[in-house]
C-alpha cells in the first residue's frame, strides 16, 4: 500500500507562482511513476504531468509547469509558475509501482492517489 499526501496549495493571482509537494510512502519511491491530475468543477479530471523514467507534460501546462523529485524524502513537486485563473482545480497526485512505457497521461493506469489539494488562481 502506497499512501500519498499533497500539500502547498493555496490562493495566488494570476501570473503567480505556487509549488505543489506529494509526499510517497514506501521503500521503492525512485521506481514509481508519480503523476499529477487536476480536476476543475464541472469538468473531467485532467492529467497535468508525469515523472517515471521521462517527463512527460500537457498540453496546457507544459513551459510552465515543471515536474521534480527528491528520490531521498519519497517527494514528488509540481513548480507551477504563470498561473491562469483556468488553473484553478483540485490537484491530485498519484502514483503507478512502475515506469510508463507509453505516455501516462490516463488516471485509470495508476495504482493509487492522493487527497488533492485545491490551488485557486484569482483574475
Known amino acids: 500500500q502506497v499512501q500519498l499526501v499533497e500539500s502547498g496549495g493555496g490562493l495566488v493571482q494570476a501570473g503567480g507562482s505556487l509549488r505543489l509537494s506529494c509526499a510517497a510512502s514506501g521503500r521503492t519511491f525512485s521506481r514509481y511513476t508519480m503523476g499529477w491530475f487536476r480536476q476543475a468543477p464541472g469538468k473531467e479530471r485532467e492529467f497535468v504531468a508525469a515523472?517515471?523514467?521521462?517527463?512527460y507534460y500537457g498540453d496546457s501546462v507544459k513551459d510552465r509547469f515543471t515536474i521534480s523529485r527528491d528520490t531521498a524524502k519519497n517527494t514528488v513537486y509540481l513548480q507551477m509558475n504563470s498561473l491562469k485563473p483556468e488553473d484553478t482545480a483540485v490537484y491530485y497526485c498519484?502514483?503507478?509501482?512502475?515506469?510508463?512505457?507509453?505516455?501516462?497521461?490516463?488516471?485509470?493506469?495508476?495504482?493509487?492517489w492522493g487527497q488533492g489539494t485545491q490551488v485557486t488562481v484569482s483574475s
Open positions: 498519484a502514483a503507478k509501482l512502475s515506469f510508463a512505457t507509453t505516455p501516462p497521461r490516463m488516471r485509470g493506469w495508476y495504482d493509487y
Open positions: 515523472s517515471g523514467g521521462n517527463t
